[in-house]
């Protein structure tokens, strides 16, 4: 499985870009720019290179984490997935594309689509010295038609953009993303209501044109949640010393909320396995796990006097696919 820790190229790119930087100067900005977004805005509020890096100094290593951890779901369920080409829809500063190209050596083309000029320029900075990613192709413009125009690819990542778009548009884009891919449609999201909203509303219209689910359901079935609970998962992820001042955190390490959804265009072959909905709760004579299950929702308790069944059970965690 992938590290959900940014890899050590960008890592060092990240770091020859900072050289000259004001720490406090990025804090302040990346406030500014989160606050936007909680109030509902988008990467509108990102213009210049400051605002570029401030984002992906604050943001970037937590959502690279969460988009890794969806990967790595997806390779554990088809082990065989071997993508030649890679399109990032809404690709900000390249944080997916990063991602998967770590979790799938077999890709070798790699095009990126943004509306965001600071952000596809630090993308295009950041990828200039990787081996891998410094032949980029990286279009700028209006995620739709920008889509509209681009080729098919194996895997096709929308990764926290549809929230920045309209209903109607989200449906709309929704559909495109499905027609421009040829195997493996990975779309993740913040794992707030919201999100997991976004989410299930565009599994259920995919479903209907023809997707099946990879992950994190092991069924194409109605989501067995009722509100007010929501599926979601949790990324933990170490900070750097840089990324602590940017935060203004003290905590060593943060926790990553995220939805996301795995869609391809054949089934899943063989019976799938259930998915940890939460951190399994473990007594003194039992574990109980709540589990997503092929036949639905589960609330599976494992006897202690069961020694192997429980010894497995205690190595379950939030997100795993376990049988």
Known sequence: MTSPDLPAELKAALDGKLRGFSRSDAAGRAA????????????????SETDALAYALARMPATYAAVTASLNALVEIRPDFAPKNLLDVGAGPGTATWAAAEAFPSLQ?????????????????????????????????????????????DLVVASYMIGEIGDAEQRALAEL???????????VEPGTPAGYARIIALRAQLIALG?????PCPHNNECPLLAPDWCHFTQRLQRSRTHKQVKGAELPFE????????????????????????????SKVEITA???????????????????DYAVARRWRWGDAVT
């Open 177 to 187: 993303m499905w027609q421009k891919t040829r195997d493996t449609l990975l779309v």
């Open 255 to 282: 926790d990553e909320r995220f939805s996301y959804v795995a869609l391809t265009r054949a089934p899943v072959e063989g019976r799938r396995p259930s998915r940890v909905l939460a951190q399994p709760i473990v």
């Open 109 to 153: 083309d790699f095009a990126l689509l943004d509306a965001n000029d600071a952000l596809r320029t630090l993308a295009l900075d950041l990828a200039h010295d990787s081996t891998r990613l410094r032949g980029i192709g990286y279009q700028r413009g209006e995620a739709r038609m920008s889509l509209a125009k681009s080729h098919t690819a």
């Open 32 to 47: 500014s720019i989160s606050k936007t977004y909680r109030d509902g805005g988008g990467s509108g509020a990102i213009r």
């Open 211 to 215: 997707a099946h689910v990879a992950a």
């Open 290 to 308: 709540k589990l997503c299950t092929p036949e639905g929702l589960s609330f599976t308790k494992v006897r202690r006097r069961a020694k192997a």
